[in-house]
């Protein structure tokens, strides 16, 4: 009786398991696969409770289907005009066949190995077909990265969606940069670079003062102009005036001014150097010669 | 005793069923907005702050994200006195300089669901999606421009590429704004670059001392022009004044000397003569001298300067 009991009670559990892995939920991060005894029937990509064989029939595996990351180490690659550099590529991708990437693929890792294959392949063949200046350049229409990563995405898809279940969402260059062989060569090129920038702006200061400094002589040399103008009108001014003074002046009796005028400049040539010979007849003398007379009144 | 363990085993199992039935309420704080998912499935999102309540497990699953949280990552790379940077940290510019940029970036979750169901790690993506959009946007860059005035513009256009590179993947993060740490050349050659902006400060020296000669030259050249103009005014002035002096004595003497014209000029004379006569060689030679010895002396006969003309 007792030993029935416990024979019913296990049957009862083992039902209750059964039953459970009849039923299971499904995130809406997932997609699942049903195997049954080891061969896949179906794909459940919409989230919810889903309904399956019992565990020893039907098992189910899980995949990730959200956008995933793969980060390979930097590479080295080759410019169309033999540009050495080195170029940090990250991808995005989901598995959108978990069918498919489950009989190619069965892992993220194995998936991993193999987009790193088909993304140094298709880099080294992207970057070797374009210049330097398609991946910098400061022209006015820009660098052609977006168009480039695009390329990649694209080339990467067509390999990898049929083949692999899995879809590239997109490919894209996080650093490019030159090889460190390259790089002092670039640091000397843009040494003398900035040399030529810094002497650039040197010489324009230069330029720029001299013009000042000219422009201030120009200034300089015009007031002076100006002011001597001025200054020489003012003079004559004061000549003009002083000469119609004095002419109105001596209008007055021009022969008394010859004689005072004669008398002062007597004064001023004759010094003690001066020798004058006197005639004893002349009116100066005339008194002296001939002695006092009444009627002397010349 | 039988009838008291069924009681017994009811309340404990009414008990249970409460606390399970109990558990089923929630609290979404106050930054957090919730999401419930029915087996797996999403039924409700955007659920806002409060009290609510759902289907205990194993029915549904109440997911709490912070939403109005800021987070910060910092991007491009911060070398330390250690480190010997490697190549692939640095940057390419449009104009072919290699520079180095750290920043951060602060952003927060803007959809939860599509951050939680979008992408398997979404701020993984955001720090990869923001470095690519440094090496985009620096790649069409000049080094000057980014180093100098477009700094804003960089951390603009950063922030513009990654939020739009994250929109792609709808992965419901919100960039709220970048910030430039450091942009600078690489320390092999920031000696150069120093010297540029030197260059830079010597040529506005340059101007400036040729602006402060330009002043000195002006105001002096302005000074000798305002002397020259007053000495004229002054020599006018000057001109003016004795010319009215000597008028004015020329006319006061006259008046006088028109009272008796004839001996005024006499004396006049004679006053000159004896002004002058006290300092001079005198020679007086008869009028019956040969007159031949006179014109030695270079005087021509009758020619005496100091005769008085008649009138």
Same mark, same amino acid.
């Given at each position: 009786m007792k030993k029935k009991a416990i024979w019913i009670i296990a049957a009862i559990i083992l039902l209750i398991y059964f039953i459970s892995t009849m039923f299971f939920c499904l995130d809406e991060r997932n997609i699942a696969i049903i195997l049954r005894f080891g061969k896949p029937v179906r794909t459940i990509i919409k989230s919810g409770i889903k309904f399956k064989l019992p565990i020893p029939i039907e098992i189910k595996i899980l995949f990730d289907k959200r956008i995933m990351i793969y980060d390979p180490t930097a590479t080295e690659y080759l410019t169309q005009d033999k540009q050495n550099i080195v170029a940090d590529i990250y991808i995005c991708w989901r598995i959108v066949d978990p069918l498919l990437f489950l009989q190619a693929l069965r892992t993220t890792e194995i998936a991993e190995s193999r987009l790193e294959d088909i993304i140094r392949s298709t880099a080294g063949a992207t970057i070797g077909t374009h210049n330097l200046s398609a991946f910098v350049s400061d022209e *006015? *229409?820009?660098?052609q990265l977006d168009t480039i990563m695009a390329l990649m995405t694209s080339k990467c898809n067509k390999q990898i969606r049929a083949q692999y279940g899995i879809e590239i969402i997109d490919v894209k260059i996080k650093r490019f940069n030159f090889t460190e062989d390259n790089l002092p060569s670039v640091y000397a090129r843009m040494w003398a670079e900035r040399e030529r920038i810094a002497r650039k702006y040197r010489a324009e200061g230069h330029k720029s003062a001299a013009g000042i400094t000219a422009e201030a002589e120009k200034r300089a040399t015009i007031i002076l102009s100006e002011a001597y103008r001025e200054s020489e009108i003012l003079k004559g001014q004061g000549d003009a005036q002083s000469m119609k003074i004095y002419a109105q002046a001596y209008r007055k009796d021009p022969d008394f001014y010859k004689f005072i005028r004669t008398l002062e400049s007597y004064k001023k040539f004759i010094d003690s150097k001066t020798t004058i010979i006197f005639r004893s007849d002349s009116p100066l003398l005339e008194l002296l010669e001939q002695g006092p007379s009444v009627e002397s009144n010349k | 005793m039988i009838i008291s363990y069924r009681k017994i085993s009811i309340v404990i199992i009414i008990t249970i069923f409460s606390i399970w039935l109990l558990s089923g309420i929630y609290v979404v704080e106050n930054n957090e907005e919730g999401l419930n998912q029915r087996f797996g499935k999403l039924i409700q999102e955007r659920i806002p702050p409060g009290i609510h309540y759902h289907l205990p497990c194993p029915f549904e699953q109440i997911t709490k994200l912070p939403v109005r949280k800021t987070e910060r990552i910092t991007i491009g790379f911060k070398p330390t006195k250690i480190d010997t940077v490697p190549a692939i940290i640095k940057r390419l510019t449009g104009d072919v300089n290699v520079i180095n940029l750290v920043a951060t970036l602060q952003y927060s979750i803007k959809g939860a669901t599509n951050y939680l169901f979008s992408a398997k790690d979404p701020v993984a993506l955001l720090k990869f999606s923001s470095e690519a959009a440094i090496t985009k946007v620096l790649s069409s860059m000049s080094v000057d421009y980014a180093l100098t005035i477009g700094k804003v513009d960089v951390q603009n256009k950063i922030r513009g590429v990654t939020q739009k590179i994250m929109d792609n993947y709808g992965t419901g993060i919100q960039i709220l704004n970048v910030n430039l740490h450091e942009i600078s050349p690489p320390k092999e050659v920031s000696a150069a670059f120093r010297d540029v902006i030197n260059a830079q400060s010597d040529a506005q020296r340059f101007i400036n001392q040729a602006y402060g000669e330009k002043n000195a030259t002006i105001l002096n050249a302005e000074a000798q022009a305002n002397g020259l103009k007053k000495s004229a005014e002054g020599y006018r002035q000057d001109k003016i004044n004795r010319t009215l002096g000597e008028t004015d004595r020329f006319l006061n003497v006259l008046a006088k000397y028109k009272t008796a014209p004839e001996i005024n000029r006499k004396r006049m004379y004679l006053e000159l003569i004896e002004a002058i006569a006290p300092g001079i060689k005198k020679i007086i030679v008869s009028s019956k001298l040969d007159t031949n010895l006179i014109k030695i002396y270079g005087i021509e006969e009758g020619s005496n300067p100091l005769q008085p003309k008649s009138e």
């Open positions: *006015e *229409e820009g660098t | -």
